[in-house]
């Protein structure tokens, strides 16, 4: 299995200042809408991703707020 965990791979890359796209964490619903909001604000666009095992399904992509 060459799938393995986004949050522990982001923390790698930045505790080694390897270069990767700008991330953060939530914990819950309401932050996550909180984070997607303020990325979409700034970067006219969001990828969300799962963590854990989820075959390569856990990615999904908005170029709308959506509420």
Known sequence: NTEGSKSQ???LMSKYNIP??????AHT???AKF???????KY??????ADGLA???GT???TRVIS
């Not at 990767?20 to 964490?25: D, H, I």
């Open 35 to 41: 984070y997607a909001k303020d990325f979409f604000m």
């Open 44 to 49: 006219n666009g969001v990828v969300i991703k």
């Open 55 to 57: 075959a390569g399904k």
């Open 20 to 25: 990767t796209a700008e991330f953060e964490y």
């Open 60 to 62: 999904t992509k908005r």
């Open 29 to 31: 619903e309401r932050l």
């Open 9 to 11: 791979a982001k923390m």
